[in-house]
């Protein structure tokens, strides 16, 4: 991101927004414990469409203009 000219203040707000995220699941009324998410984007966040296009347009970059693959 910063390589394609983001600010890093922007990458700063979006890494803390996702460090630190957890999770419980409710499975026949049973709350599981808390655990870490450490990969993803949030379900129904406004910027996980963004952060998404933008992993797929990196990955088409250097498949196509890239020496080699991804």
Same mark, same amino acid.
């Not at 000219?5 to 026949?28: E, F, H, M, N, Q």
């Not at 450490?38 to 020496?67: E, M, P, T």
């Given at each position: 991101?910063?390589?394609? *000219? @983001? ?7 979006? !890494? /803390?927004?996702?460090?630190? %995220? %957890? /999770?419980?699941? @409710? ?9 870490? &998410?450490?990969? *993803? ?8 469409? &963004? ?10 970059? !250097? /498949? ?7």
């Amino acid at each position: 991101m910063e390589l394609d *000219g @983001l600010p890093a203040k922007s990458i700063a707000l979006i !890494k /803390a927004y996702y460090r630190s %995220t %957890t /999770a419980r699941v @409710l499975v026949d009324k049973i709350l599981s414990q808390s655990f870490e &998410i450490r990969s *993803g984007v949030r379900q129904g966040c406004i910027l996980s469409h &963004i952060l998404f296009n933008y992993a797929i347009d990196w990955i088409l970059r !250097k /498949a196509l203009h890239g020496s080699g693959g991804v």
